[in-house]
C-alpha cells in the first residue's frame, strides 16, 4: 500500500496536520515524512502566470499595434525565488510510492488555485486525489477534514473559477493599463511635470478608486445649507423636557415654501414668526398624545471578514490589511475559525456541537463569567432554530467565532491580536443572550394649533449589551435624532403624564443647523462599501441579480485597498483611518471615467464576481464566460484606440489641481 502526501499552504499549517496524524514524522528539508504519510507545503504561490513578452518578445514593447493582448493558450512559469520548494513539492507528487493526495491549501478559491497550478506544472498523473475543506485548525477539524475529503474532481468548478478570476485580472491589467498608458502617461506626465507616468488600472482597483473619488468631489461640491428649527420648552410639575416643532397636518405652514423641511425654516426670519406667534398663544399646551412602548434589540449577526475588519477600523484604528493578518494568525493558532468568510451565520452541523467552543472558552478569563448565564438557561440548546444559523447563506465556510482552543498561544500574540481575539469571543457569546430592551415615550403636544413632539429612549433590561458593553450615547443632538436619552429619575417623571394634560410652555428657542457633507470612506467602511457594492448600484433589477456577489472577495479586498495606497492613489490617514484620493488618483479617474468609464463602476466589477461565482456553482461554463471576458476586453480597448481627448483632459486636470496645490507645485519644481 502507497503513502498519503498531504499539501499544505504553509509550513505552519503543515506542521499542524503532522501533529493531527500522530505518526512518527521526521523532518526532510521541505517536508515531514512517516512510514505511512508524507507531510508538505506550498509557500503561497508557487507558480504564476507568464508575462507577455514569454509569449512574444515583441509584447515587452508597449505598442497599440500588439493590443488588444489575448493569447489563445495562457503560459505559467514557477517563482524563481520559489522554485526550491516547488521543486521538492513536485518531486514528492510524482513519487511512485506515493498513490493518495490529500490537497490541504486554504479551503476556498484562491486555495484551489494555488494547488491545482503545482499540479498543473509538476505533470501529476495516474493519483487518487482527495479534498480537505475545514473551518478550523483544530486537531479534530484536521481528522474530520481528512476523514470525509471528497474527490479533488467534485472541486473542478471552483478550480475553473480561480483561473478564470486570475486570467481576468491578467488581461484587464495588461489591456486596460498598456492601453491608458499609451493613450494618456504622456499628457499626465506633462501636467505634472514628470519624466513618464505609468496608470495602473484593473478589475477590482479601479472601481474602488472611482468610489473613493466620487464621493471626495460629492464633498467638495457640496453646499451647506442653514435651516432653523423651532424648539419648546415645557414643564410639569418640575419636570422639564423640549419638544420639536414639526409642520404635521393642520399647521398653517404645512406645504409652506418657507419650509426647508417638516421641523426647519429655510430662514431665521420665518422661523421667529412661528416663535412670535407661539409665545402670543397664552403659556399652556396640550398633551394630545402618549405613546408608550418597548422595543428590542437583538444580537447582531456574527462576524464575517469584512464585518470584523470595519469594526477593528473604528475601534482600535486598524487597516483591514492589518486586522486580516491578525484573525489569520488567530486561525493558525486554532483561536478561531477560518477568516475569510462572506458569511454572518453557522451551518446546523455546527450549531449542534456548539457545546464544544462553549466549554473552551470557560477557560477563557475576561468572558468566563459570562458562560454562567447560557449553561444555566441552556441557550445554546436549539442555536439551530434562531437567524444565527441558516445553511443557505453559506457557501464556502460559515462566520468566524472562537473555538474555545489554543488559549495558552494568547500569551504569545500583540496586545492588538488580544483585543481582536476578544471582540471576536463577544460577538459569538452575545447569540446566547436575550435581546437588549428599551423602553420608549412618545410625546405630542398642541400649542395655538402647532404641534411639538418628544422623544425619549432608555435602557430597560441590558441583555446581550452584558457581553458586549452598553453602546456610548452621543453628547448633544443633531438634527438626525429624534430621540433624547434621559437620566431615569426624569424618564420616571415622565411616565405620569397622560393624554389631555396641560402642560406649561415655557419658552420658544430657534436653533440653527445646517446640512451636512457625505461622510468619507475610512478603511473600515470602505471594505463594506466593497462587500455590499449591491447597495451603491440604481438599477433595481441588477442589484437583485448581484445581491451576495460584491467588489472583490473577503480574500482580496483589504489587499486592493492596500495597493491602492501603495502606488499612492489614495491616501490612508493612519490615526483615523480616514481615505482620500491623491492628485495622481484624480487625474487616472478622469482619463478612465473620459475612456473606459465602466470600469470605474460597480456594476460592472460585481457584476463579473457574480458570473464567477456561476461558473464556480456550475450554472455557466468556463467558455461562456471567458467568450464575454475577451469580448469587453477587445471592444473597451478597440474604442480607446479610436479616441483622440487627450489634450481636451487638461481642463478635468486643472479642475482639480488647486485641491492639490503643495503636491501640484513639488512636482512643477521636481
Known amino acids: ?376 438557561e441552556r441557550t445554546h440548546k436549539g442555536l439551530e432554530k434562531t437567524r444565527y444559523v441558516n445553511d443557505s447563506q453559506i457557501t464556502d465556510h460559515y462566520a468566524i467565532i472562537p473555538t474555545g482552543q489554543g488559549l495558552l498561544a494568547l500569551q504569545a500574540v500583540s496586545g492588538t491580536a488580544r483585543q481582536v481575539y476578544d471582540l471576536i469571543v463577544r460577538r459569538f457569546l452575545s447569540i446566547f443572550y436575550p435581546p437588549a430592551v428599551y423602553q420608549k415615550m412618545m410625546l405630542e403636544l398642541e400649542v395655538g394649533g402647532e404641534h411639538f413632539f418628544s422623544n425619549f429612549k432608555i435602557l430597560a433590561e441590558e441583555g446581550f449589551y452584558k457581553v458586549t458593553g452598553i453602546p456610548g450615547t452621543k453628547k448633544g443632538k443633531t438634527d438626525e435624532e429624534e430621540e433624547s436619552v434621559p437620566d431615569s429619575e426624569l424618564f420616571d417623571r415622565l411616565q405620569k403624564l397622560k393624554k389631555g394634560d396641560l402642560v406649561l410652555a415655557e419658552d420658544f428657542e430657534i436653533r440653527e443647523g445646517e446640512t451636512s457633507p457625505p461622510k468619507r470612506y475610512n478603511s473600515g467602511s470602505m471594505i463594506l462599501a466593497m462587500e455590499n457594492a449591491g447597495q451603491l448600484i440604481e438599477d433595481e433589477e441588477l442589484r437583485a441579480q448581484i445581491k451576495g456577489s460584491g467588489i472583490g472577495t473577503s480574500a482580496t479586498r483589504a489587499e486592493i485597498l492596500k495597493k491602492l495606497i501603495h502606488i499612492k492613489y489614495l491616501t490612508l490617514n493612519k490615526k483615523t483611518q480616514v481615505i482620500t484620493p491623491t492628485l495622481m488618483g484624480e487625474l487616472i479617474y478622469d482619463a478612465v471615467n473620459h475612456s473606459i468609464r465602466s470600469l470605474l463602476n460597480p456594476e460592472l466589477t460585481a457584476s463579473w464576481e457574480k458570473g464567477l461565482t456561476l461558473v464556480a456553482n456550475g450554472e455557466i461554463t468556463s467558455e461562456e464566460y471567458m467568450q464575454k471576458l475577451e469580448q469587453f476586453i477587445a471592444g473597451r480597448t478597440n474604442g480607446v484606440i479610436g479616441l483622440n481627448n487627450q489634450y481636451q483632459l487638461k481642463a478635468c486636470y486643472d479642475k482639480v489641481s488647486p485641491y492639490y496645490k503643495t503636491t501640484y507645485q513639488t512636482s512643477k519644481k521636481s
Open 1 to 376: 500500500m502507497g503513502k498519503s502526501l498531504y499539501i499544505a499552504e504553509k509550513p505552519s499549517v503543515a506542521q499542524e496536520f503532522a501533529k493531527a496524524l500522530k505518526q512518527n514524522m521526521k523532518r526532510r528539508e521541505g517536508w515531514l515524512e512517516s512510514d505511512e504519510s508524507v507531510v508538505t507545503w506550498c509557500v503561497g504561490h508557487l507558480v504564476t502566470m507568464s508575462y507577455p513578452e514569454v509569449y512574444d518578445p515583441k509584447y515587452k514593447k508597449w505598442s497599440l499595434s500588439t493590443l488588444p493582448f489575448l493569447p489563445e493558450t495562457f503560459l505559467y512559469e514557477v517563482i524563481p525565488n520559489v522554485k526550491k520548494q516547488f521543486d521538492i513539492v513536485s518531486g514528492l507528487l510524482n513519487r511512485k510510492d506515493v498513490d493518495t493526495i490529500y490537497v490541504c491549501t486554504d479551503s476556498g478559491r484562491e486555495g484551489e488555485y494555488i494547488y491545482r497550478l503545482v499540479e498543473q506544472m509538476a505533470h501529476v498523473k495516474g493519483k487518487k486525489r482527495k479534498r480537505v475543506w475545514i473551518d478550523s485548525q483544530t486537531e479534530e477539524e484536521i481528522l474530520r477534514g481528512i476523514r470525509e475529503a471528497k474527490d479533488l474532481s467534485a472541486y473542478d468548478h471552483l478550480s475553473d473559477s480561480a483561473y478564470l478570476r486570475a486570467k481576468e485580472d491578467y488581461l484587464m491589467g495588461i489591456n486596460f493599463s498598456r492601453i491608458l498608458t499609451l493613450k494618456y502617461g504622456n499628457t499626465i506626465a506633462g501636467f505634472l511635470h514628470k519624466n513618464y507616468v505609468v496608470l495602473s488600472a484593473g478589475r477590482v482597483m479601479t472601481c474602488v478608486l472611482g468610489m473613493v473619488v466620487r464621493r471626495e468631489r460629492e464633498i467638495r461640491e457640496f453646499v451647506k445649507t442653514p435651516f432653523y428649527r423651532v424648539i419648546g420648552k415645557f414643564a410639569a410639575d418640575q419636570t422639564r423636557f423640549e419638544g420639536e416643532w414639526k409642520a404635521v397636518k393642520g399647521s398653517r405652514y404645512e406645504f409652506s415654501p418657507k419650509l426647508y423641511r417638516e421641523n426647519g425654516f429655510k430662514t431665521r426670519e420665518a422661523a421667529q414668526e412661528l416663535v412670535n406667534d407661539l409665545k402670543g398663544s397664552g403659556g399652556t399646551a396640550k398633551l394630545v398624545s402618549v405613546e408608550k412602548k418597548k422595543e428590542k434589540k437583538n444580537p447582531p449577526l456574527l462576524f464575517n471578514l469584512a464585518e470584523l475588519q470595519n469594526e477593528c477600523s473604528k475601534r482600535f484604528k486598524i487597516s483591514p490589511d492589518e486586522t486580516l493578518r491578525i484573525v489569520q494568525e488567530l486561525y493558525e493558532k486554532k483561536l478561531v475559525t477560518y477568516p475569510r468568510t462572506d458569511a454572518r451565520v453557522l451551518s446546523t452541523a455546527v450549531a449542534k456541537e456548539i457545546h464544544k467552543n462553549l466549554n473552551g472558552l470557560s477557560k477563557y478569563e475576561p468572558t468566563a463569567a459570562l458562560l454562567g448565564y447560557i449553561a444555566k
